[in-house]
């Protein structure tokens, strides 16, 4: 079965400052995608970013981006110049068809 | 915004009783999903729809049932609720326009069920 491990329950960023984000998964497959939701207060999931498996170029969307290595089964997010509007938990996802599954999360703390 | 709507967003029920969630889209998404999620285990898949009347098992589907008789309505069903049903219920949908071509998924606000 499909895992997906997110090895950081918390973390904390300085406003205006990087962190990484870590996401391992554990697959079989070759042909898969992969995600990260962001999950405020409000508890709406939202999408923040997408990485298709066939892809080699790492995905970017403003200040989001991800370290993809698909050897490695590894799937990190960077945000870059962290606001407080950022402060959320953090979800990585894999999916495969219809299979989607989540790992169990990191809150990250923005302090300002 | 994805157009998906839930109901109710929150529910108080005892144990032994039946509970029905409705999760309602407007974009005529392909694909409909029920997640529920737990502390220290993320968001876990129930059932999934991929059609009017196709439905299929997830990962977590022992306890409840779906049905889905139109595009744009997907129903989860607790026959008798347990306190371990108490959770926070997802829907989610993809596919949008009715193709199978949208990998992406968008989640509705979730429902807070509480089974006493």
């Known amino acids: 079965a499909q895992t997906v491990t997110q090895s950081q329950p918390e973390m904390s960023v300085q406003e205006a400052e990087t962190v990484t984000l870590s996401c391992t998964y554990d697959t079989s497959e070759s042909d898969y995608y992969l995600f990260w939701y962001k999950q405020p207060p409000s508890r709406q999931m939202i999408l923040v970013i997408r990485?298709?498996?066939?892809?080699?170029q790492n995905a970017t969307e403003n200040r989001f981006s991800v370290n993809f290595q698909k050897a490695a089964k590894s799937f990190s997010l960077k945000i870059s110049d962290s606001q407080l509007g950022d402060a959320a938990m953090y979800f990585c996802a894999y999916r495969v068809n219809n299979d989607m599954r989540f790992g169990a999360g990191t809150r990250l703390t923005v302090k300002p | 915004d994805a157009g998906i709507t839930q109901s109710p967003r929150h529910k108080v029920t005892e144990t032994g009783t039946p509970v029905t969630l409705r999760c309602h889209q407007t974009?005529?998404?392909?694909?409909m999903y029920w997640y529920r999620q737990d502390p220290g285990h993320g968001l876990r898949l129930i059932h999934y729809?991929?059609?009017?009347?196709?439905?299929d098992k997830g990962e977590v589907s022992d306890g409840y049932s779906v049905s889905r008789s139109k595009t744009e309505d997907f129903l989860l069903t607790l026959e008798s609720a347990t306190s371990s049903q108490t959770s926070v219920y997802f829907c989610?949908?993809?596919?949008?326009?009715?193709?199978?071509?949208?990998?992406?998924?968008?989640f509705g606000p979730g429902t807070r069920l509480t089974v006493t």
């Open positions: 974009e005529n998404h392909r694909y």
């Open positions: 990485q298709e498996a066939y892809k080699q």
């Open positions: 989610a949908i993809s596919g949008r326009g009715g193709t199978a071509t949208s990998y992406e998924q968008y």
């Open positions: 729809s991929y059609g009017v009347k196709d439905t």
